[in-house]
């Protein structure tokens, strides 16, 4: 169903067998958007069943996947 918004995949480290570790994410960024931005992407969430937050990190993952094919080189901080 998502399949132009998949996120990259995360390289594999080794894990004993069992439940995966929850992925932890740090606080919330206010990112300021028009009304009709903030909207439209959780009216596009709620279509694709996924979380406001998920839909973000799907989006800025592809993204990021396209500048790094144009050649951008990224410093990640």
Do not use: H, Y
Not at 21 to 36: A, F, H, L, M, Y
């Amino acid at each position: 169903m998502l399949s132009i918004w998949r996120r990259k995949p995360e390289p594999e480290a080794a894990v004993e067998q069992g439940a995966p570790e929850p992925v932890r994410r740090t606080q919330q960024q206010n990112i300021k958007v028009s009304e009709d931005c903030s909207r439209a992407f959780a009216a596009l969430a709620k279509a694709l069943g996924v979380s406001r937050a998920a839909l973000f990190e799907d989006m800025v993952a592809e993204r990021l996947a396209m500048a790094e094919r144009q050649g951008v080189k990224l410093k990640f901080e």
